[in-house]
């Protein structure tokens, strides 16, 4: 008698257990936080006889109830915490658990470890072309500047797990691309040093421990440089940026905590000293007329493009997000998209502007320009044939490559035979292959 009373008690717990979850996911009860990141949630599937007949509508449904299970948001934050705070590691395999509880992205840790280099002929190429697309925009009286965004995988060496810890003979895009643009007249500025120069003896934090991108204190100070640099290289007095004061804090804010924002779960380790500027753009000794720049970057702009000072600071300054999106001057925090790049004709795009900024952190440097080197080296110098036949073609292949996995075998093979990297060994295969392709034409 008593074991029946037993496995009844069990049987209407979890029966209860079920239809707490079923209420939530179709009368939602309770209110929770939405998970970080990209994903796309399934919808919910229209009847259809046909799809049912086929198991379409089935498999639909079935990821649609997946996605929308009742206190899923709160069940996967308690799966997180416990890999995070008993496991000592990450619950996303693209984020890596470091010592003290520092977390880095992974790419960025593969970047200083030459898994991600592109070869030597690669990079000479590519500043040869760079070169020369600088000295024609010399002559069309326009300025170029190359930006190195910071990378907390240099910044934070210290805390970078073991089997990560790069060998000192290893070659990276970073540090060959470096040693070879410090030898040409193309202006550049690396705040990888500028920040770890700071590092020992700035009060405030330059990058977080749950951060991957600069603290909005380091950007509002790297701005700063921006302008003096571009005040200089284009004989005019810019607006300046003026720190009125520091709010000191302990609470990472925005992009200060956008990798641990990213993990999704309850509480994170804390430490810092963090410092959120209040400033104002004084103009009483700009020049009336201000620089138009086109900056082509990754998301480190993003957060200076946030500060919503583009239209003081610039006369209609556009932002093209990776040489795709297009982006427009702003005035508030709220961006605002406008076109893609492959919709515009770039030599006449390029005649309105007095200067070029390329800007990229160091996981992007393997497509160092992000074409934006070869696109306009082509235009300038092939009759602007480049995009179309070489460029966008040799991507294509690549893209064939990696996601086919008898081909991208043979190539891994292939890389360790020569004794390169892989991204090297595909990039002279796709380059191989074109050259055949066009002989054949």
């Not at 790419?107 to 002929?121: C, K, P, R, V």
């Not at 509002?220 to 007095?237: G, M, V, W, Y």
Request: glycine share 4%; no cysteine.
């Amino acid at each position: 008698m008593k074991e029946k009373i037993i496995k009844t008690i069990l049987f209407v717990f979890f029966v209860a257990i079920l239809s707490l979850f079923l209420l939530q996911s179709y009368f939602p009860i309770i209110s929770f936080k939405s998970l970080a990141g990209s994903f796309q949630m399934e919808d919910r599937p229209k009847f259809n006889s046909s799809l049912w007949f086929n198991n379409q509508y089935q498999a639909s449904f079935e990821k649609f109830a997946k996605d929308h299970l009742g206190f899923k948001p709160f069940l996967i934050r308690v799966n997180n915490q416990f890999y995070y705070s008993v496991l000592s590691t990450s619950p996303n395999d693209q984020i890596i658990y470091g010592k003290d509880a520092y977390l880095y992205e992974r790419m960025y840790l593969e970047a200083i470890n030459e898994e991600t280099y592109i070869g030597d002929s690669v990079i000479d190429s590519k500043i040869y072309k760079l070169e020369k697309i600088q000295d024609t925009l010399t002559k069309l009286n326009k300025n170029l500047i190359v930006m190195f965004a910071p990378t907390k995988a240099r910044y934070f060496p210290e805390y970078i797990p073991d089997n990560y810890i790069p060998k000192n003979s290893v070659k990276t895009n970073y540090e060959e691309i470096l040693k070879r643009i410090s030898k040409t007249n193309i202006p550049y500025i690396n705040f990888d040093n500028y920040l770890i120069k700071m590092k020992d003896t700035s009060k405030y934090d330059l990058m977080t421990k749950n951060g991957i991108h600069w603290t909005k204190y380091a950007y509002t100070l790297a701005l700063d440089s921006i302008l003096r640099f571009i005040s200089k290289l284009n004989n005019i007095n810019t607006p300046q940026i003026i720190i009125d004061s520091l709010i000191p804090s302990k609470t990472p804010l925005d992009y200060d905590n956008d990798i641990g924002n990213s993990i999704n779960v309850f509480a994170l380790e804390k430490g810092g000293n963090l410092a959120y500027p209040v400033i104002h753009i004084d103009s009483s000794k700009a020049d009336k007329k201000k620089v138009r720049p086109l900056i082509i970057a990754d998301s480190f702009w993003w957060v200076i493009y946030n500060l919503g000072l583009s239209n003081k600071l610039f006369d209609r300054s556009e932002f093209w997000y990776y040489f795709k999106e297009i982006y427009l001057k702003n005035s508030s925090k709220n961006y605002k998209f406008d076109d893609y790049v492959s919709n515009r004709d770039l030599k006449e795009e390029i005649k309105k502007f007095d200067l070029i900024i390329l800007m990229q952190t160091e996981p992007n440097l393997d497509v160092f320009g992000f074409g934006f080197i070869e696109i306009v080296y082509d235009m300038f110098f092939v009759n602007g044939e480049g995009f179309n036949l070489r460029y966008q073609r040799i991507e294509d292949i690549k893209k064939s490559i990696r996601i086919d996995p008898k081909w991208l075998n043979e190539i891994k093979r292939k890389a360790i035979e020569q004794g390169i990297t892989l991204n090297e060994a595909i990039n002279q295969d796709a380059v191989y292959i074109y050259e055949n392709e066009n002989k054949k034409n």
